[in-house]
């Protein structure tokens, strides 16, 4: 059997024997994001293969081959018109084309065969690997009636390439007026399935399983999506959908970091886990991003002392639990606030001796991995009474699952943590985006602060304010309670 492996913008042509027990080719390229894609593309190409001999090979339609000879047409105009070199090279083009097209082209002409077979042979020859680089793009295998049909089409294809870039070198270079004689391709098992963008989504989601948040986020995005492409097919999805929809949420004004990082990543999730599981051909969302330059003023600051003490004032003062607890909890550790918000009483513990707290997923959505974790209570949280504050209560502390309104959208510790952030902001400090300093996160950037200034190590900092350890190195071994209670008693908060 012969396979064309998509690989990046070529095809890797290989045989395989009955007895061949793998497939191996090399991905050509040594950036580990573009070999994940391109390793993506080749499993789906591959997988469709498997399915085809299970199935039979696909059809094709007169469509479906016209459709395919155009994206021929298109590479072929679009990589040699610049510098289409002199007429003649054109005329030579011609002349094998037409060879082709009446058999007499290649070692075809040479065998004894009606002038019918002679005639499929040359084309074959001359443009099969056109063919087979159109289809592994998609990932189709066709049946033999089919590539005969797209073999004819795809020299019609290059014969109008052919003279048009003929033109080119000629100095005409007025827009092809046959150009647009293509349709555009819909492959016929993505048609046949008419697979929803949203059910790719659903696909990831479930197999993924990232916070609640964060699923409800993305698939509002991947809605928004919809809504602007009018195409619920996902296989009729266009890499140039994707791009206008980027450039009407950056005309809007929306941030570049927030259209990367979170709408176009929430469809490229989708499209990839798509791929990866056959349920489509590509991923039109790779590649798409705005490329923009973080400019000197943008990035987050923590907390300076005074406005940490006032804060912490503040809260000392404050008789409603949220409000008062909060702030010094994400203070001593580092957490974020939304960690803190969803606490239990059954997550305040007593280990290995040590007053702690239990940050699990078991309590509410977390970010990633490294979230679940548990540290320990710093000393001026345990002076300031929070264990009294604890005793005797069950469930979360800062909210009423049972007084959470049927038509609310957020997630309870959510909105909790808004409610903080515009608790402090009313306390007329300079904070917010405007000022580079989150409300409550800014607490994050000043633990990290104070803990390199506490020559803390950054290991055991990461695993306090549980980010993902620098490096594989880093990664093995564990920090242990006691370890995070020493440093923690390094860590200066201001008296409440």
Known sequence: MRLSIPVGEEVANIVISEKAKDVRTSLRTRDPGEAKERQARAVAYLEAVWRSVREGPKRLTHKHTLALAG?????????????????ERWLRVEVDNLRAEFGQYGRSALMTLSDGEKRTRSIEERVGGFSDMVLAKHGLVIDAE??????????GA????????????????????????FPEFIAPSIAAKGISLLDL??????????????????????????AFVGKNDAGQVTKADVVAWKDALVATGGSPKTINDSKLAAVRAAFTWGVENVRVASNPATGVAVRYKKQAGERMLGFDDTEAAAILDAAAKETRPAYRWLPLLCAASGARVGEMAQLRAEDVIVQDGIPALRITAEAGSLKNLNSERVIPLHPEVLD????????????????????????????????VAKNVADWVQKLGLKVGRAHRKDPSHAWRHRFKTLARAA????SVADAIVGHAPGSVAKAYGTVTLATMHEALSRIPIPKC
């Not at 021929?72 to 007429?87: I, R």
């Not at 964060?214 to 809605?223: A, F, G, L, N």
């Not at 009474?385 to 699952?401: A, D, Q």
């Open 71 to 87: 994206e021929v047409y298109a590479a072929w105009t679009k990589s040699l018109e610049d510098d289409p070199g002199p007429s």
């Open 455 to 458: 020559r803390i190590e950054d």
């Open 384 to 415: 300031t009474g929070f264990l009294e504050f604890v005793k005797g209560k069950k469930g979360h502390l800062f909210y009423n699952p049972v007084r959470r309104r049927a038509d609310a959208k957020k997630p309870s510790h959510k909105i």
């Open 158 to 181: 290059l014969r109008q390439a052919s003279l048009t870039l003929m033109k080119r070198a000629g100095g005409d270079y007025r827009p092809d007026p046959d150009a647009d004689r």
């Open 201 to 226: 989504f659903d696909g990831w989601a479930n197999e993924r399983k990232p916070s609640q948040a964060t699923v409800d986020q993305w698939r509002k995005h991947c809605e928004a999506f919809l």
């Open 146 to 155: 089919s590539r005969v049909r797209l073999n004819h089409e795809v020299l």
